[in-house]
């Protein structure tokens, strides 16, 4: 659940939607409004923190950061690639081959 919190803020942000320092909801009111608990809202706003998308301010609340748009895609593509690197070695060592591998990269690359 709090994947789908950080990417809704992080698409929020790049789009414009959501503008530089403008105020986010409090950890307990994000909790409340998705129905989820404060240590969730905690965890993604911290890592958002941690990619520079959003700041805290000690007693005035947490704010949007935005950021030089294709720096922050770079930092996430190369989040992704390294994810995707991951799970592509454990792949590979459970015994799918570098041709199913790549074929099943063609067949989504077909599919768009």
Known sequence: MYEQIKEQ???AVMSGELKNNELL???RQLAAQQNVS???VKRAYS???HEGLIYTSAGKGTFVRAPDKSAVMEQYKQRLLGEFSQYASKMLSEGITYEELIGAINNITERK
């Open 9 to 11: 803020i992080r698409q």
């Open 25 to 27: 909801p409090s950890v």
């Open 38 to 40: 404060a240590i969730t």
């Open 47 to 49: 890592d958002l923190e």
